[in-house]
């Protein structure tokens, strides 16, 4: 059975990938089933077409069997918190109960080794590659729309502050994520079956070249102010992100700023058969963001 015969499940549907992932499936005319954990909070995506089922990644009870029902592919997507480990745990353990096998494509990330997240993503992978389920997994770098939390700091004093020093990553747009994971979710079920592809913009870009970019962008001159991990850190904890995700943010920037992943793949030419978005490109997209 493929999936357009059948159901594709998204868990994370509200969120930044998932979202964008359930309309593309829509619009190809997908089945397309959304686990929330508040149906009020999805009525979006329920407008759009999309079954909800109320459930909660932390609450096994609630992952029954109806949940997968028809199901031939999902798309697992937990968050980055202290439980994004045993989330991801409860949402294996649920598909085996229910006797099904769906292809699972996992969104996961590629970052330091030493990042708390990290760490946690990797046991993930290990756990879905042991399950006997059928896997593909994503790993994208560091996402371009988190730039967009320079706004302000543009807008009013024409600089980004950011801890990578002169550290530089292959940054990726959100929509080549959405791409990449919904080619996976519509092809074939075994032509990407146990594999894992580093998702990468097309070129490897430090906050110098992002400055630079958004001063040719929207035509007013942007600084990039190098600080501290402890300082960013404790802004993000300031603005009231959990002190352990705020740590492994941290971890994460640390390995960017000596270059850990200051590589590019061509993983989403491959999936998609386009080329990844540039960041001038993204840029160009979003520069009122910035005041453009």
Known sequence: MTAKTGVVLITGATGNTGSG???????????VRALVRDAAKAGELKKNGVELVVGDLEKPETLTS??????????????????????????????KRAGVRPHIVRLSAFGAP???????????????????????????????????????????????????ADGKAGIIDVRDIVDAAVAVLTSEVDKFEGKSFVLTGPTSVGFADVARTLSKVIGKDVRYVAVPHDAAKQSVVGMGIPQWIADGYAELSAGFARGFADRTTDHVQRLTGHAPRSFEHFARDFKAVWGG
């Open 114 to 164: 030493e990042s708390r997240i990290i760490v946690d993503l990797r046991k993930t992978e290990a756990d879905l590659k042991a399950s006997g389920l059928p896997w593909t997994i994503l790993q994208p770098t560091f996402f371009m729309q988190n730039i967009m939390m320079t706004s302000s700091t543009v807008k009013d004093q024409g600089a980004i502050y950011w801890d990578w």
């Open 21 to 31: 992932i359930a309309g593309a499936l829509l619009a190809k005319g997908y089945k």
């Open 66 to 95: 109806a949940l997968f029902e028809g199901v031939t592919k999902a798309y697992l997507c937990t968050w980055n918190g202290p439980t994004g480990y045993q989330q991801s745990k409860n949402f294996l353990d649920a598909v």
